[in-house]
């Protein structure tokens, strides 16, 4: 209001009286003026509230989003532990399985070992008894041959009569008389 009183004034003062200035030129930067300072005076408050509304949500968008960064770091973070552990937990289980696979392995080997000396045994003892049995098959077959060889040499040499006198000689030595 003090602007259009200095307006007034302004023209008073050229023309020796109160009036107004209807001259578009010279008013118009006097009516930009005025514009501008009613804009300043009340789209300060307007824009400082609109602008401090915009502050306030970067303010919180920038905590939101630090805060979910802080949450994605805990997550990446107990992630990597579980990755650890189970990276931990695999290597355990692998040495343990390798640990049983050594175990059982030798275990294997001393078994076959085992068997094997059995096997060893028993055909030792197979061997022994196949060996046993041909010798004996042998020593009858031997006394089979070496009777039915004395039986046809006995047939071809004795005679009635030495036959007859060798059984006499056989009961007189078992001691019978005849």
């Not at 200035?21 to 501008?36: K, P, Q, S």
């Not at 802080?70 to 990446?76: G, V």
């Not at 070992?113 to 055909?123: H, T, V």
Request: charged share 30%.
């Amino acid at each position: 209001m003090g602007t259009f009183w200095w307006i007034a004034s302004v023209e008073e003062a050229a023309e020796g009286g109160f009036g107004l200035n209807l001259d578009l030129f010279e008013t118009n930067i006097v009516n930009l003026a005025i514009v501008i300072g009613v804009l300043i005076y009340f789209g300060q408050k307007v824009l400082g509230k609109i602008l401090a509304e915009r502050r306030e949500n970067i303010e919180k968008a920038i905590a939101e989003a630090e805060k979910r960064q802080k949450d994605a770091a805990a997550q990446l973070a107990d992630r990597e532990k579980k990755l650890a552990q189970a990276q931990a937990e695999a290597q355990r289980i692998v040495e343990q399985a390798q640990e049983r696979a050594k175990v059982a392995k030798e275990e294997i080997l001393a078994q076959g070992q085992k068997d094997i000396e059995r096997l060893q045994a028993e055909a030792g003892q197979d061997l022994s008894a196949a060996q046993e049995r041909a010798i004996a098959e042998l020593r009858q077959r031997a006394t089979q041959l070496a009777l039915e060889r004395v039986e046809s040499q006995l047939k071809a040499q004795l005679d009635e009569g030495k036959q007859q006198k060798l059984v006499d000689n056989s009961i007189s030595m078992l001691g019978g008389s005849r």
